[in-house]
């Protein structure tokens, strides 16, 4: 099966932070561009930061200068790094990619995995 895995997330008070990873798993090979996202109850999902395969980054507007995006190709694993988290960070963290497969097939995306839950209390 092929899929990404959201983890790091948790329940931590305003002002914390918190490190996502998004590892991928399966058949994927190699991933490409990589996107956060999240989503609150009522709301929906939101492009929160993006990285390029070259390394290149960019940011919603909310989050800048408080996340930084990176990854480790080694690993097939990129990171979420959330600093000076704030109340309305509170979501599902959510990751996916345009991923090259192990038998050379390429994929816009993947299927979306359960995500992972980042709780910030004020």
């Known amino acids: 099966q092929v899929q990404l895995v959201e983890s790091g997330g948790g329940s931590v008070q305003a002002g914390e932070s918190l490190r996502l990873s998004c590892a991928a798993s399966g058949r994927i090979w190699r991933l490409n561009n990589v996107k956060w996202y999240r989503q609150s109850p009522g709301n929906q999902r939101e492009l929160v930061a993006r990285i390029s395969s070259a390394g290149s980054s960019n940011y919603v507007d909310s989050v800048k200068g408080r996340f930084t995006i990176s990854r480790d190709n080694a690993k097939n694993t990129v990171y979420l790094q959330m600093n000076s988290l704030k109340p309305e960070d509170t979501a599902v963290y959510y990751c996916?990619?345009?991923?090259?497969?192990?038998?050379?097939?390429?994929?816009?995306?993947?299927?979306w995995g359960v995500g992972t839950q980042v709780t910030v209390s004020s």
């Open positions: 996916n990619a345009d991923v090259w497969y192990s038998d050379g097939s390429y994929y816009p995306s993947v299927p």
